[in-house]
T-cell receptor, first 109, second 116 residues
Framework: GIQVEQSPPDLILQEGANSTLRCNFS?????LQWFHQNPWGQLINLFY???GTKQNGRLSATTVATERYSLLYISSSQTTDSGVYFC???????????FGTGTRLKVLA | EAQVTQNPRYLITVTGKKLTVTCSQN?????MSWYRQDPGLGLRQIYY???????DKGDVPEGYKVSRKEKRNFPLILESPSPNQTSLYFC???????????????FGPGTRLLVL
């Protein structure tokens, strides 16, 4: 089945810094989403982005489907950005989601 | 308020004692799904449902059952729980299935299960 790898596994930043999180996948995908799991465990959908670029405030995401990767950019990071970031993909016609193992981000005040 | 609710939030049980974790959404979503989250493994899909009476296996369905008799509810049933089912469980829903319109998933708060 499709493999989904995220890097880096862990990241520590000072407040105000920028960061790039990466999601690589081993096959073509029909659907790709980014999620944030906050320190209290709640999962929030950030982006639905099977291809192209989207922006939402300080966050933006780009998926290059032909090269099988997606990037999540966090600019001017805040302590509330701490948590784990997951990407999840679905390959065409399976209707099943495969999650990466996540990037754990800690933003220091 | 649009939300996905799960009950109970925490559960301690013993091996072999049947249990049900309920999931309900009030957004008229068609697609619903159950995941388990374990350290180092991320989230893995257990079962999903495209609509009422339509369910299918995810990546780790062994030891679990589901039903979708009503659009809003999607309970997860563990007929004979074992210690390897100790995990954090999430229910999620989306307006459409992956590949269809509006697939963004909304997650419940999670149910932490300990099987002794």
């Amino acid at each position: 089945g499709i493999q989904v790898e995220q890097s880096p596994p862990d990241l520590i930043l000072q407040e105000g810094a920028n960061s790039t999180l990466r999601c690589n996948f081993s096959d073509s995908v029909n659907n790709l989403q980014w999620f944030h799991q906050n320190p209290w465990g709640q999962l929030i959908n950030l982006f639905y982005i099977p291809s192209g670029t989207k922006q939402n405030g300080r966050l933006s995401a780009t998926t290059v489907a032909t090269e099988r990767y997606s990037l999540l950019y966090i600019s001017s990071s805040q302590t509330t950005d701490s948590g784990v970031y997951f990407c999840a993909v679905e390959t065409s016609g399976t209707y099943k989601y495969i999650f990466g193992t996540g990037t754990r981000l800690k933003v220091l005040a | 308020e649009a939300q996905v609710t799960q009950n109970p939030r925490y559960l301690i049980t013993v091996t072999g004692k049947k249990l049900t974790v309920t999931c309900s959404q009030n957004m008229n979503h068609e697609y619903m799904s159950w995941y388990r989250q374990d350290p180092g493994l991320g989230l893995r899909q257990i079962y999903y449902s495209m609509n009422v009476e339509v369910t299918d296996k995810g990546d780790v369905p062994e030891g679990y059952k589901v039903s979708r008799k009503e659009k809003r509810n999607f309970p997860l049933i563990l007929e004979s729980p074992s210690p390897n089912q100790t995990s954090l469980y999430f229910c999620a829903s989306s307006l459409g299935a992956p590949g269809q319109g509006a697939p963004a998933q909304y997650f419940g708060p999670g149910t932490r299960l300990l099987v002794l």
